[in-house]
């Protein structure tokens, strides 16, 4: 059992930077892969980056390749979500997501946080 809690959303400017973080409890940090998901309004929950159990290989979606980085600190229990360069496309719900696989589906996690809300505005 593991429980998520995210942080680090807000308001920012096109172009501006937000660093999401994701706080891990009740189970080994180490032996799950992690992802950040999106969901904007009315429109379906979409992988933006994965990090497997070592924290050796990530995944990126093509829309955020280049700016967004995602990494772990498994001693913190702790995954981040570095977010540059941010454009208006980037705004919706993020969901740090936990699993047994390192997959871009949803059904493959099987813990959530609450989501944390990022609006880029110009």
């Known amino acids: 059992q593991v429980q998520l809690v995210e942080s680090g959303g807000g308001l920012v400017q096109v172009g501006g930077s937000l660093r999401l973080s994701c706080a891990a409890s009740?189970?080994?940090?180490?032996?799950?892969?992690m992802g950040w998901f999106r969901q904007a309004p009315g429109k379906e929950r979409v992988l933006i980056a994965a990090?497997?159990?070592?924290?050796?290989?990530?995944y990126y979606a093509d829309s955020v390749t280049g700016r967004f980085t995602i990494s772990r600190d498994n001693a913190e229990m702790t995954v981040y979500l570095e977010m540059n360069n941010l454009k208006r496309e980037d705004t919706g719900v993020y969901y740090c997501?936990?699993?047994?696989?390192?997959?871009?589906?949803?059904?493959?996690?099987?813990?959530w946080g609450q989501g944390t809300q990022v609006t880029v505005s110009s």
């Open positions: 997501a936990a699993g047994t696989s390192y997959s871009n589906s949803p059904q493959d996690y099987d813990a």
């Open positions: 990090i497997n159990r070592s924290g050796y290989n990530s």
């Open positions: 009740g189970r080994t940090f180490s032996s799950l892969d």
